[in-house]
């Protein structure tokens, strides 16, 4: 998702509550309750604590900033959900995705204060990098999601929907393979007959060579890495001389086969592309949810502490 207009409600929403919450946490940490610059007072009860520690986690105020930031996570991964019932009317996607990613960006204010700018032990420890490699991990993906499109456009003059590619590209593959058959019958009728046929156009023996050799390797490699073919400049260069080699029948096939090439090179890079852009998917999600597991381990503890 591009960042556009449409998210600066969403920006202006968190400053405000971001400048609210830092108010009342350093009204928390200053004698007397009282927030700097404003002459306001935390309530006492906000500040209360039955913990022997006395940490501003363990205080209602920075319970209310653990639980918020809970609420998002929990928010947050109901996006995959929603992402798979889009008949669902609760907002469309694309709102969801707004809040998906300016609620997340509000847990970083809503984490720090309530842990106090300090990890603790071991539990909370693990549990703190586990959010910070969410979190790193989603920046990365809305940078790939705002810049990587443009990327691609530049890149690919033309491309194909991502889920159609291993059709397009089998289809191409059996296309020149059934072709390639068809050049061997004729070339075992043609030595059947004598081998005339062959001797007076050669062709049949330079296209199959050019096939064998050349473009089934390189249409049956999903990274478009073998042979000659795999650069656009030498694909131009082998393609001419076996159009020179053929005569004028064989061209025209010779011309389809060098656009089936060059689609496959595209395609690949395609590929590459879209796994640059969604591979931050592979970290980010599995993380997400071991992330909530973590953190409803972590109320229980708490709450079985503070009881």
């Known amino acids: 998702m591009r960042l556009d207009r449409s998210h600066r409600p969403w920006a202006i929403g968190v400053v405000l509550v971001t400048v609210i919450c830092a108010a009342l946490y350093l009204g928390s940490q200053s004698p007397g309750g009282r927030i700097p610059l404003l002459g306001l007072t935390v309530p006492g009860w906000l500040l209360d604590t039955v913990s022997p520690r006395n940490t ?18 929990l928010f947050a991964s109901a996006l995959g959900v929603r992402k798979k019932k889009r008949l669902w009317r609760i907002g469309n996607v694309q709102s969801w995705l707004r809040a998906h990613i300016w609620l997340t ?8 204060f309530h842990c106090g700018f300090k990890l603790g032990g071991m539990h ?6 586990l959010w910070a490699i969410v979190m790193v991990s989603g920046f990365w993906g809305i940078a790939m999601q705002h810049f990587f499109p443009g990327v691609m456009k530049d890149r690919l003059p033309r491309e194909w929907v991502y889920e159609q590619i291993p059709n397009v590209r089998e289809a191409n593959f059996e296309s020149v393979l059934d072709y390639k058959k ?16 062959v001797a007076a ?26 042979t000659r073919l795999a650069d656009a400049r030498s694909a131009d260069d082998v393609i001419r001389l076996v159009r ?21 090179r595209l395609m690949a890079q395609q590929e590459r592309l879209h796994h640059w852009l969604h591979g931050w ?15 409803i381990w972590h109320i229980f503890i708490t709450f079985s502490y503070l009881h």
């Open 56 to 73: 501003i986690g363990a205080k209602p105020l920075g319970l209310i900033f653990g639980t918020v930031a809970f609420l998002i996570f």
């Open 105 to 112: 960006i509000l847990t970083v204010p809503l984490v720090l």
């Open 124 to 129: 909370t420890s693990i549990l703190f990098w």
């Open 182 to 197: 068809d050049l061997e019958a004729r070339l075992k009728t043609a030595g059947g007959a004598g081998g005339t046929a």
């Open 201 to 226: 156009d050669p062709a049949v023996r330079v296209m199959l060579d050019f096939l064998s050799d050349e473009v089934l390797p390189f249409l049956s490699s999903r990274s478009a890495r073998r």
């Open 244 to 264: 020179l080699n053929v005569s004028e029948p064989f061209r025209p096939k010779v011309d389809e086969i060098k656009q089936w090439c060059a689609d496959h």
């Open 281 to 295: 998917l592979i970290i980010h999600v599995p993380v997400s949810f071991i992330l909530l597991v973590w953190t």
